[in-house]
């Protein structure tokens, strides 16, 4: 699919993180030698951040701005692609398919996802995703 390019937001359609919107960090239209059908290597929000007011004291702030991401490579049928891009820079060297074969790949992959995606949100850019999908 010429639209699935990285930077792509999507919405999860199946399995645990259905509902979740997630950006494509890497697509494979053709498939690949371990999965022969179209799918992305896709990062999102599994616990977004809890709303904050001015009343709150700073380490309750803090911890309620926490997001907890998650990395994973999914099948084209499973993502809903959006008219949405984020420009989020995701370093590739970390965040690929081998990477997150093992657990230790994947827990650093999840990291890196985490700062990029919590400064992201601590800017107060792309606010509309950092925020749970109603429906």
């Known amino acids: 699919m010429r639209f699935m390019k ?13 509902g979740r919107k997630a ?20 990062t999102g929000i599994d616990k977004y951040p809890l709303p904050v007011t001015k009343s709150m004291g700073k380490n309750k702030r803090v911890k309620r ?7 994973k490579v999914m099948n084209y049928n499973h993502l809903m692609p959006t008219r949405y891009i984020v420009d989020i820079p995701f370093d590739t060297n970390v965040v690929n398919k ?17 700062s ?3 400064t992201r ?3 107060g ?8 999908l109603r429906f």
Not at 6 to 18: D, F, K, S
Not at 23 to 42: E, F, M, P, T, W
Not at 65 to 71: H, L, M, R, S
């Open 6 to 18: 990285a930077g792509r937001v999507v919405i999860v359609l199946n399995g645990r993180y259905a």
């Open 65 to 71: 701005c926490k997001i907890k991401p998650f990395v």
């Open 116 to 118: 990029k995606l919590e």
């Open 98 to 114: 081998n990477a997150i074969k093992d657990p230790s790949g994947k827990n650093k992959a999840r990291t890196n996802v985490k």
């Open 23 to 42: 950006i494509v960090i890497k697509n494979y239209d053709d498939g690949a030698s371990d999965r022969q059908y179209g799918h992305a290597l896709v």
């Open 121 to 123: 949100y601590k800017l």
């Open 125 to 132: 850019k792309n606010k509309w995703f950092f925020h749970k």
